[in-house]
């Protein structure tokens, strides 16, 4: 079955770009969705299909997919963009990523 | 505003059932697709299954861990989505969200979460 790997955790200083990869074999060729998840919140979609951002999603929220990985970049990061972050594809079945904390420091 | 809200949660034996819905307001809930998540104490995210809008037919989808088990169906009429849960296991503890998906002929992005419902299995 696929998988989907994301590190545990990114630590990024304020106010700095913080890249939280997903690998996956050829992953490019597949949409890839982010999701953030504060503390004791619902998930909220900040990424879909790869590159595009809901509405309401701050411009520093970027999304780029190539070859076997996709990457979440958050610039000028914030201490409100402390959160899980997860990715989620299609393949045969809905996969997600197990999730990466990002601290804020 | 857009709003999902889930009810049915609680404390249940192994091998008992349990009906979630999920109640959809703000938009036309019979125009999109909905979608089950779960999560269980302390990890991560779980895809449970996919309903389709009426308008696009095909099968419901679920996931291999609930399959033959769990039940998602739709009243639109009411703009309810339900999941049905039967021979619950300890495994199936967590919160269940319910979600609005932005896809149409299968699982896409989550556009929209409810808070979700608590699902304790135990004896």
């Known amino acids: 079955s696929y998988e989907l790997t994301q590190p545990l955790s990114v630590s990024v200083a304020l106010g700095q770009t913080a890249r939280i990869t997903c690998g996956g074999n050829?992953?490019?060729?597949?949409?890839v969705h982010w999701y953030q998840q504060r503390p004791g919140q619902a998930p909220a979609l900040v990424i879909y299909r790869d590159v595009n951002r809901p509405s309401g999603i701050p411009e520093r929220f970027s999304g780029s997919n190539s070859g076997n990985t996709a990457t979440l970049t958050i610039s000028g990061a914030q201490p409100g963009d402390e959160a899980d972050y997860y990715c989620q594809v299609w393949d045969s079945s809905v996969i997600f990523g197990g999730g990466t904390k990002l601290t804020v420091l | 505003e857009v709003q999902l809200v889930e009810s049915g949660g609680g404390l249940v034996q192994p091998g008992r059932s349990l009906r979630l819905a999920c109640r959809g307001s703000?938009?036309?809930?019979?125009?999109?697709?909905m979608t089950w998540v779960r999560q269980a104490p302390g990890k991560g995210l779980e895809w449970v299954g996919y309903?389709?809008?009426?308008?696009?037919?095909?099968?419901?989808e679920y996931a291999a861990s609930v399959k033959g088990r769990f039940t998602i169906s739709r009243d639109d009429s009411k703009n309810i989505a339900y999941l049905d849960m039967n021979s619950l296991r300890i495994e199936d503890t967590g919160m269940y969200y319910c979600?609005?998906?932005?896809?149409?002929?299968?699982?896409?992005?989550?556009?929209?979460w409810g808070q979700g419902t608590m699902v304790t299995v135990s004896s």
């Open positions: 979600t609005r998906d932005s896809g149409t002929t299968g699982p896409a992005a989550s556009e929209v």
């Open positions: 309903i389709r809008n009426k308008g696009y037919g095909g099968p419901i």
């Open positions: 703000g938009y036309t809930f019979g125009n999109y697709a």
């Open positions: 050829n992953i490019g060729r597949k949409d």
